[in-house]
């Protein structure tokens, strides 16, 4: 998701033409626009694979996010056995113009507005080299819709995240209806040389293929929790315990087919097929978000936490994703062969 940052503003400047290196592959120097959560993963990530950045967010605790944000990643890329020791440079930029000055990639991460975007994406666009590659972090917005205010949207893409960004592979990718194919070309590269899993998304669609499936277990869970089924803990365990651990090393399709025994995924549709028309299900509604649900959600989601802070519970689970992927590393195995190929790349 994108981050909560204040309104970027736009400042009045005419396109620049800067010569850039390393148009392909790894850009020497990146800039970040947007630095909570998911962008200052990106500055971490970037940095880690050696590449200067200069970031800009107008919010006075953005530097001190950055530094925590990035000692978390060095510990966390160490603890997974990856060279830490040359990091690129960070740059804090008072403003848009100086945060993509030179840059061969920029990496959008402000706030979920569409507004906000347009008015930062016409910016970036204004200022930024026109060799440039600009990636949008948003979590559902269409890049089509995104480049309305851009003079060169055939460089533009959205790279869609997931949080940790600099220990979780998965980077989704898509074009928009004027985006060049070989800006997703690049961006393909790009991100794969940043020791990331690119997916093309072919088809420009609303909240991309991710987001659509956490999207249909969110709404599932806050039923489960609106009619007293289950506590915020029991959803978690139910996940943690169960198919979680499946889906970290193979995807749902694999798995059920595997569950249709010798007769594969034919048998396994005829099997539990008529199961879809049973009851099961509440995808096409959502509880009504009333203050008595918001405040059990968010008192049993304090109960979980066990006075655990953000801080705490963000190691936590860099602990465990750092686990789980040399787990897989170690089988060659979905993320953990990612993993490794971003071992071959030091």
């Known amino acids: ?160 995240p997931f949080n940790p960004v600099y220990l979780l592979p998965l980077v989704e990718i898509v074009g928009g209806e004027q985006t060049s194919l070989g800006t997703v070309d690049r961006a393909m590269d790009s991100y794969r040389l940043l020791g990331m899993h690119p997916l093309h998304v072919r088809k420009e669609i609303d909240a991309f293929i991710a987001d659509r499936l956490l999207e249909a277990v969110w709404r599932e869970a806050l039923w489960l929790v609106n009619d007293g089924v289950a506590t915020t803990e029991e959803i978690d365990d139910a996940i943690r315990y169960g198919f979680g651990l499946r889906w970290a090393q193979m995807g749902t399709f694999e798995t059920y087919r595997i569950a249709g025994g010798e007769g594969g995924m034919r048998h396994f549709m005829a099997q ?24 059990t959600i968010a008192d049993q989601s304090d109960a979980q936490a066990a006075g655990r802070s953000i801080g705490e519970l963000a190691r936590e689970r860099d602990r465990n994703l750092v686990a789980i992927l040399r787990a897989l590393e170690g089988v060659d195995a979905s993320a953990g062969a990612t993993l490794a190929a971003l071992r071959k790349l030091q």
């Open 272 to 295: 539990f097929g008529p199961a879809l028309k049973w009851p099961w299900t509440k995808l096409m509604d959502t509880p009504e978000l009333t203050d008595e649900l918001i405040d």
């Open 1 to 160: 998701m994108a981050d909560p940052v204040t309104s970027v503003p736009v400042p009045n400047v005419t396109v620049t033409s800067v010569p850039v290196p390393n148009v392909t592959g790894l850009p020497e120097r990146a800039g970040v626009v947007g630095c909570g959560v998911i962008g200052a993963g990106w500055a971490a990530r970037l940095r880690l694979r050696g590449v200067d950045v200069a970031v800009f967010d107008p919010s006075p605790s953005a530097p001190q996010l950055l530094d925590s944000v990035m000692a978390d990643a060095a510990a966390a890329w160490e603890a997974l056995g990856l060279a830490t020791d040359t990091v690129g440079a960070l740059t804090v930029a008072g403003s848009i113009a100086d945060a993509v000055d030179g840059v061969g990639l920029v990496q959008e991460s402000v706030p979920e507005r569409l507004d906000i975007k347009h008015d930062t994406l016409a910016a970036i666009d204004a200022t930024a080299p026109t060799e440039a590659l600009v990636a949008s972090s948003t979590s559902g917005y269409k890049p089509t819709d995104l480049a309305t205010s851009m003079r060169h949207p055939e460089r533009l893409v959205v790279a869609h």
